[in-house]
RNA sequence: CGAGAAGUAGCUUAACUUGGUAGAGCACUUGGUUCGGGACCAAGAGGUUGCGCGUUCAAAUCGCGUCUUCUCGACCA
């Protein structure tokens, strides 16, 4: 039994996939072109995101912060390589009234500037340092071509934004944001990413260099789903961010700045959902555990009650489905709304002393007596859930990895089924051109540890620099 | 931004070729019967046909413009 309103995966996975984010009911097009309107099903999860992930960043001493929305001309302008970079995307607000008593501002598409600013302002001594600010917040960058939760006009996220008395300082800080982010997608999200440093080409503007977290989808096409940033003191120069150092010299700060947004929400859709809808890990899901009355009888409704008092003393997230619709609906809905478990209470069952339990992305039906432990099995069964999702997103992840040694190869490979293509590169900027024609393959990252699989660069045969790996972009 | 396609009730759409009272299914409301994989019967409500201008006695239908969405490119941490 399939979803009537949802186009089949296999078929067209671009249809797919809107068509999954309108039935789960995540969001909805707007009137304003290329922005989204977040209904509650994916407004909570950005919500459990926001909390996980607030969490870690507060643990590791990181505080929140919420910088202007808007960006004076003047400010922007001071970083070249920052401007360059976001110049054709940069909305700019145009005043009512008398315009000549205002400066022209920017909506922000980032904060680096405005942190730099601030920083400048507070930043006397090494007695001051480090200070790791964060913010969540929405900002705005005038894409042409959007989709919800991947690419949008506006969208929500996390920036972060430190200054260092150090380099060295700085960059473990880049290093721990980008295994922070790891750990977030692996233990909350099960999706296995690959890490490594962004090419000249695609770092972030601005950047001394740019790590990278990169997700597969399911269909083979790569997520680039979080960055951290290393900027030396690139805009520490640029925005004058010094302070007096232990010996008593000016010194210029060393500067990171990290982010992920609601994209993951689109990863997190196009890395476990199905026909049937959304898929969630039970760790990010708003809700764990949906309980469907078959039938609302006294005796179904008692056994729910019994149900519903046991699970408010639990950490378990739940829901009961008491609306008029048959039970059939309700299970499709759940389905569709991506609930990890389903508690099904009726008549028959109880009769027997029993209690089904469906898991959503098996659709397995287990038989649970009532004299049974319920909580300790609904916990199993959830930490189960959340394991097989990584296995299987990993599984899938690794089948469509593949070596390559000759652009042939790597050709051969994206043209039967994109995924991420492990080949060798010389550092010549006109090879990495050259991949693009490929169906726009494009660098995901350097993999700086890693063995090299051979010795010559796969585009022009000369002596190879870096292990990279390769795919086409969301 | 370029090429193509499409906009009719919340959604999917019919009528458009050949201009003449906008019709259905799903969803919604009410009442009843149901309920173990998207129930059934009955009644009801819901439309300035995306928007603007033009042609015409008359425009959902023809023409021009505009906006939005989708697909493919280009662009894009």
Redesign the pocket.
């Known amino acids: 039994?399939k979803?009537?309103?949802i186009t089949s995966r296999d078929v067209d996975f671009?249809?797919w996939y809107?068509d999954v984010v309108q039935a789960a009911h995540l969001a909805t097009?707007s009137n304003v072109?290329?922005c989204i309107v977040m209904e509650p099903n994916g407004y909570a999860i950005w919500e459990k995101m926001q909390q996980v992930l607030d969490h870690m960043l507060k643990e590791t001493g990181h505080q929140n912060v919420c910088m202007p929305m808007l960006i004076p001309e003047n400010l922007l302008r001071k970083e070249g390589e920052l401007v360059k970079?976001f110049a054709?995307?940069v909305a700019w607000v145009t005043m009512g009234g008398n315009k000549e008593l205002e400066e022209r501002m920017c909506i922000r598409?980032?904060s680096e500037t405005l942190f730099s600013d601030y920083f400048h302002e507070v930043l006397k001594s090494y007695r001051d340092l480090p200070i790791k600010y964060n913010q969540w917040v929405n900002v705005m960058?005038w894409e042409?071509?959007?989709?919800p939760f991947l690419?949008g006009r506006e969208f929500l996220w996390q920036e972060g934004h430190t200054i260092h008395e150090t380099k060295e300082e700085a960059e473990q800080e880049t290093r721990n944001i980008l295994q922070l982010y790891r750990k977030f997608f692996e233990e909350y999200l099960a999706i296995p990413v690959v890490t490594g440093r962004?090419t000249e080409k695609?770092?972030?503007?601005g950047a001394e260099y740019t790590l990278t977290i990169e997700a597969m989808m399911y269909n083979g096409i790569t997520l680039?789903s979080g960055?951290s940033h290393y900027f030396g003191q690139k805009f520490s120069k640029a925005y004058d961010i010094k302070f007096l150092n232990r010996e008593n010299n000016w010194d210029y700060a060393y500067q990171t700045s990290w982010g992920v947004s609601t994209r993951m929400i689109g990863g997190l859709i196009m890395v476990h959902s199905d026909d049937?809808g959304l898929v969630l890990p039970p760790k990010i899901a708003p809700v764990q555990i949906a309980i469907i009355p078959?039938?609302?009888t006294e005796l179904v409704n008692q056994k729910i009650n019994e149900i519903e008092i046991a699970l408010e003393n639990s950490t378990m997230t739940y829901m009961v489905d008491c609306s008029?619709?048959?039970?059939?609906?309700k299970?499709?809905?759940a389905?569709?709304n991506g609930i990890p478990l389903r508690i099904?209470v009726?008549?028959?069952?109880?009769q027997e002393g029993l209690i089904?339990v469906?898991r959503r992305d098996t659709?397995e039906k287990r038989q649970v007596k009532t004299s049974d432990d319920l909580l300790l099995i609904l916990q199993e069964m959830l930490d189960t859930m959340q394991q097989d999702l990584y296995i299987k997103a990993k599984e899938r992840r690794d089948q469509l990895t593949f070596d390559a040694h000759t652009f042939e190869e790597v050709k051969t490979i994206m043209e039967r089924q994109p995924g991420f293509v492990r080949a060798m590169w010389c550092g010549d900027e006109a090879c990495e051109a050259k991949m693009k024609e490929i169906?726009?393959t494009k660098s995901r990252c350097i993999l700086e540890d890693a063995k090299p699989i051979d010795d010559v660069c796969v585009v022009c045969g000369k002596k190879a620099k870096h292990l990279v790996v390769w795919g086409i972009?969301y």
């Open positions: 039994m979803n009537k309103s671009a249809k809107t097009y072109k290329g970079g054709p995307e598409p980032t960058r042409k071509e959007t989709r690419r962004k695609e770092k972030f503007a680039q960055t049937n078959i039938k609302q008029e619709k048959s039970a059939g609906f299970f499709a809905e389905e569709v099904e009726g008549e028959r069952d109880l089904t469906v659709r169906r726009g972009q």
